[in-house]
């Protein structure tokens, strides 16, 4: 933050020029030769410098970024007794410094004992400071708000009792002894906010042991020197310093020694941390292996291992079911020992379900198999729709196992199937993507095999629609001009729908493509193509070899003669034909008999198919249509039906074809309002001119 940075920056001249001040003062103190030149300075001086030092050194501390990196517990407290060790060697070596300098010069040496006193006296405070805010670091790790804020209360607590104590300000006794005691009450209190012990193994907690000691250590080499000269007559600082010094030493060093304490008291545990760490650690790698794509096989191997070196199995084998590719495998035990337990557990109904046993010798049963183990868990693979496999896990002592390496396990194995599931998912889902590509092409093919562009003619108006129920329909119509101003129309229905369904389709348009090509070698101009009813049955005999079993073709061919006036149609069980008669004035159903294509495989198909003759006249209608459109559902689920569709044709005869169509369009979407298309839709409709190219002749 920006302020703090000021403050950083402003506090650092600060406590130099007060550290400066605090040495001056001394040295008016213990120079009389100085002190006659420029006066003594009175002792609240040295306080308030002191004091002022202190703050400083503390705020400028405080102003500091954070020293615990991340969870590097063990890094803050070798960095922590790096620092302390130094100023404690250099407050060794001034201390035996000024002593040899006294020994070899038995002069008055108060000078420069007073200079190495004050140089300490800085060199504990930077100490105590980067002490205290260290272990903010670590009472404060993962701490609530609340926390903090007593922290922050604590600080302004002691720092006001150090300084009040410094200036020999103090209530009368029993109120001073309460308020130290008070306060070193709250800081037991915070003192005991030790989480960051949790977080280290057993290694790390004799590190930390022998770090909090050298610490200690450190800041008792300080102590037993302010100790050491406190009665010497050398020394002219005021008696408030020591009491000052000693109080703060006090605090510092009580939450080194807490940490120590819980941290030795915890080495007991740290196995069972360890275990906890190792268990999370296992449950990540799980978890991780589904996010990087891996296969089932890995999944199961992920498990298998962690589950060992989790509960410490002697022995151990998974089965997977033999649905899948991958069928287990075994750790320190035979084939044939994991045999006979998987007999002997499904002769008891125990095969697929939970089961600890923590004596196997004395069990009945296990006893006969002579086992190397005592100890045996069983945790079935299953998820709520079906069963994976299950894993085995054996110790070779009794009481191996307990309750919690079963829930440890019922955690693994429940991810594990989570994962599997989820890779099952993504290779479904990629699946129905591949599909949905297949469909998108299928589409495609189909709708370039429906004709894009009508047969146009002054002998009759054509008018179309086409909708699938899904992606990719099974309706289909075509036409081909035929010689001698004759024109075929093809319409069907392959049963079913999807692929399958246009991949007949698109067979269909090839055979009616081959079979109604123009005959060279025929005797009469009749002869050149099929009649409806020779075609139905070569179609017939053609789809034998690639129509599946259950699946058929409704079909219907129409040949207009445009110079006769007339047409030929046969009906392969496909949908009635629908026709409007101009000079009778009625609408009526061609009811003609006619079995589906690829119900009858054989010869005798031909006696199922007749074709038809009818001579229309200029103004007829004829409506062609798949089941789809009388099949269509309304909101009582009532099918639309013929007769409603030939009351359609009585309004509309009169119109063009193309707004017949959208008249019959227009009433079956308000019929079927909000209900889904269950089968492919085709509607054709054909209406003869009235004004005829031969009667204008």
């Not at 545990?269 to 990540?284: D, H, N």
Request: some cysteine; overall charge negative; charged content about 20%.
């Amino acid at each position: 933050m920006p302020f703090r940075k000021t403050l950083s920056n402003a506090m650092l001249p600060f406590t130099v020029v007060s550290w400066m001040v605090l040495l001056i003062s001394t040295l008016l103190h213990t120079s009389s030769a100085v002190a006659s030149r420029f006066g003594q300075s009175p002792e609240w001086v040295t306080l308030v410098a002191q004091a002022a030092f202190a703050a400083g050194v503390f705020i400028y501390q405080r102003s500091q970024p954070e020293t615990l990196r991340g969870t590097d517990f063990v890094g803050l407290l070798r960095r922590l007794v790096l620092g302390p060790g130094l100023l404690a060697s250099v407050c060794v070596g001034l201390h035996l410094l000024e002593r040899l300098i006294q020994y070899k010069l038995p002069t008055d040496s108060k000078v420069f004992f007073s200079v190495i006193y004050t140089v300490n006296l800085g060199l504990f405070v930077v100490l105590l400071a980067y002490t205290t805010y260290s272990w903010r670091c670590l009472v404060l790790f993962r701490s609530t708000q609340r926390l903090r804020r007593e922290w922050e209360l604590f600080e302004v607590l002691l720092g006001a009792t150090l300084l009040f104590r410094l200036l020999n300000w103090a209530p009368p006794a029993p109120i001073a002894y309460a308020i130290v005691s008070g306060l070193a009450l709250y800081g037991v209190y915070l003192s005991g906010n030790q989480k960051w012990v949790a977080y280290l193994n057993r290694r790390q907690k004799w590190e930390v042991v022998f770090l909090q000691l050298a610490l200690l250590l450190c800041m008792g080499v300080f102590v037993v020197y302010f100790l050491r000269i406190e009665h010497d007559p050398k020394l002219v600082a005021p008696a408030p310093q020591h009491a000052f010094l000693l109080l703060t030493v006090f605090f510092a060093a009580f939450y080194s020694l807490t940490g120590l304490l819980v941290t030795f008291f915890n080495l007991p545990t740290a196995g069972v941390f360890e275990q906890k760490r190792e268990e999370i650690l296992s449950l990540q790698r799980l978890t991780q292996l589904i996010q990087k794509g891996q296969t089932e096989e890995e999944v199961y191997s992920m498990l298998f291992d962690s589950a060992i070196q989790t509960v410490d199995a002697d022995a151990a084998w998974l089965d997977v079911d033999e649905s899948d590719t991958y069928r287990g495998q075994h750790y320190n035990i035979s084939i044939d020992q994991s045999n006979a337990i998987r007999a002997l557990l499904a002769d008891y109904n125990l095969g697929h379900i939970e089961y600890l046993n923590n004596d196997l010798t004395n069990s009945t049963g296990f006893r006969a198999l002579e086992l190397p183990f005592g100890s045996l868990i069983v945790m079935p693979l299953r998820s709520s729709k079906r069963q994976y496999g299950s894993l085995y896990m054996l110790k070779e002592q009794r009481q191996g196992f307990d309750r919690e390496n079963l829930g440890i396990l019922q955690t693994f194995t429940s991810q594990t199937i989570l994962s599997i599931e989820n890779l099952q998912l993504v290779a479904a889902s990629i699946q129905n993507e591949r599909v949905k590509e297949e469909l998108k092409i299928a589409s495609s093919v189909q709708e370039s095999l429906i004709p894009k562009d009508l047969p146009i003619d002054n002998w009759f108006e054509i008018s179309s629609h086409a909708l699938a129920a899904k992606e990719v329909g099974g309706d289909f119509y075509d036409f081909l001009h035929l010689p001698g101003q004759r024109l075929a129309i093809l319409i069907g229905d392959v049963s079913g729908k999807g692929i399958t369904a246009a991949f007949h389709m698109a067979q269909m348009k090839g055979i009616f493509h081959a079979l109604m090509q123009e005959n060279p070698l025929a005797r009469d101009e009749r002869e050149k193509f099929l009649a409806p009813s020779k075609f139905m049955s070569q179609a017939n005999r053609a789809l034998v070899h690639c129509l599946e079993r259950s699946s058929f073709i409704t079909a219907a061919l129409y040949i207009i003669d445009y110079e006769n006036g007339g047409f030929v149609f046969a009906r392969a069980g496909h949908c009635h034909t629908l026709y409007y008669h101009s000079i009778k004035e009625e609408v009526s159903y061609f009811r003609t008999a006619g079995l589906g294509l690829g119900i009858i495989r054989n010869d005798s198909y031909e006696k199922h198919i007749k074709n038809q003759f009818y001579d229309y006249n200029p103004g007829d209608v004829m409506v062609i249509y798949t089941d789809g459109i009388v099949e269509a559902r309304g909101a009582n689920k009532e099918e639309y039906g013929e007769e409603r569709l030939k009351k359609m044709l009585e309004l509309a005869y009169y119109l063009e074809a193309d707004e017949i169509k959208q008249r019959i369009l227009a009433d079956l979407a308000e019929f079927s309002r909000g209900q889904p298309i269950h089968d492919d839709q085709t509607l054709l409709v054909i209406k003869f001119r009235a004004a005829q190219p031969d009667s204008l002749s």
